[in-house]
C-alpha cells in the first residue's frame, strides 16, 4: 500500500480548504468517512491518494433529526442507526430497509450513510489492480467481452458499471435531497441529479468536483396516503450486492394511484426511475395487470449484455410486485 499522510478534519469548512490546496497542489487526496470501502480500495491499490482527509472527526456530522416536514440525516450517520432509527422505521421504512440490506452488521456500524452513496463500483474489473480498465484510465470497459453477468441493463455504455449503494434508490424514491459543501460554498441538489451516467462522465459516478463534500441528506415525510416498499434479490443474504433492487413509493386512494415514484437499484450506473411507468401508473386502478404492465414499460429500452438478460425478467417482476404491494 502506498504511504499517505492523514489529516483529521476538524470542521467541514477545514475539510474543503485542504481539499482545494491538494488539488491545487496537484496532489491526490480521498476523503474518507468509516473508511470501510476507500481503504480496501487504497489496500488494493486501486487508489494510491497522497493524502487522506478523515471527515470522521468533524463534529456533529453524524446527527439524525426529525423535523417538520421530514428528517435531517449527517453525511457521517451510519448506516446502523438509520436501520434502527425508530422514527425513521416508521416514517421511512424503505430507507430504513435499505440501509439494513447493505453490506454486513460490521460495515453498517461502521459505513456512512454519505460513504454509501459515494462509493466507488464494485465491479471486478474496476476493483482488480490486474484491470486497467475505461473508469481508471484504461481503453476498454472489460464486461463488454468478458464477464458481465451482474453488471447494468439500462443506461450503460460506455461503462457498464451498476451502482453499488442500496440506501440511493430508496432515497431517489423518497424524493430526497442532498447538501454539498464546496469552495463556493453550500448547495443543495436533488438526490436524483446527484449521480452521473457514464456516458456524461465514464470516470465518475457523481457530481462531486475537487474540494466538494457532502454534509447532509434531507428526506421529506412521505405524504400520509402514500406506501412504500423496498426489495433487494441477491445471490447470498450476506454482504452481497443487489443484482436488481426496487423501491417504489406509490400514493393512492382506493387502489387508484394519484403518484408513483419506481426506482430500480443493480441495473443501471445510477438509481434508474422509471419515469415512463410512474406516468403509466398516474389515475389507474392498481391490479395486477396494471402492475405487471408497468413492470414491462419499466424494463423498455434495456440493452442486456450476453450474461445478464436473466435481469430484465427479474426487475420486471420485482416492479410488478412492488407496485402490488404498495397500495
Ligand atoms: C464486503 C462489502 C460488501 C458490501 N456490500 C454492500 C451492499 O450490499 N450494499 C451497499 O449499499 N453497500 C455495500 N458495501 C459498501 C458499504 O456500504 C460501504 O463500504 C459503506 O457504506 C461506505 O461507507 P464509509 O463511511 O465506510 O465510506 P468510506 O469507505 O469512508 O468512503 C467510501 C467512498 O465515499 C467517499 N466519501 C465518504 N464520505 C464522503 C463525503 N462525506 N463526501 C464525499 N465523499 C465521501 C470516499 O471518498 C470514498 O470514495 C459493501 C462493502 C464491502 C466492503
Known sequence: ?????????????????????FNHEKKSALVVGGGSEALQLMKDNVLTPDYVVN???????????????????????????????????????????????????????????????????????????????????????YTITGDGRFHAILGAGPSYIVHPSDTAPALVALGAQIKIAGPAGEKTVPIEKFFVLPSVDFKKENI????????????????????????????????????????????????????????????????????????????????????KQAGEIALEGAKPLKDNIYKVKMAQDLVQRGLLASV
Open 208 to 291: 462531486l468536483n475537487p474540494g466538494e463534500i457532502v454534509t447532509e441528506i434531507f428526506v421529506p415525510a412521505p405524504k400520509p396516503s402514500s406506501k412504500g416498499f423496498h426489495h433487494k434479490v441477491r445471490e447470498r443474504l450476506a454482504w452481497d450486492h443487489a443484482i436488481v433492487a426496487v423501491d417504489t413509493i406509490v400514493e393512492s386512494s382506493s387502489g387508484v394511484v394519484r403518484d408513483a415514484r419506481v426506482v430500480m437499484g443493480g441495473v443501471a450506473p445510477i438509481p434508474w426511475r422509471a419515469a415512463k411507468a410512474e406516468e403509466f401508473l398516474r389515475g389507474k386502478k392498481l391490479d395486477d395487470a396494471v402492475a
Open 1 to 21: 500500500m502506498k504511504s499517505f499522510q492523514n489529516i483529521d478534519a476538524k470542521s467541514v469548512q477545514q475539510a474543503v480548504t485542504l481539499l482545494q490546496k
Open 55 to 141: 471527515l470522521k472527526t468533524i463534529p456533529g456530522l453524524d446527527t439524525i433529526r426529525e423535523e417538520r416536514g421530514g428528517f435531517r440525516i449527517g453525511a457521517l450517520a451510519k448506516l446502523a442507526d438509520i436501520e434502527d432509527h425508530p422514527a425513521i422505521r416508521e416514517k421511512l421504512l424503505i430507507l430504513s430497509d435499505a440501509a439494513g440490506d447493505a453490506a454486513s452488521p460490521q460495515i453498517r456500524n461502521a459505513g456512512t450513510i454519505a460513504g454509501n452513496l459515494c462509493q466507488r463500483p464494485f465491479c471486478w474489473y474496476f476493483r482488480s489492480s490486474s484491470f486497467n480498465c475505461l473508469r481508471k484510465g484504461g481503453q476498454m470497459c
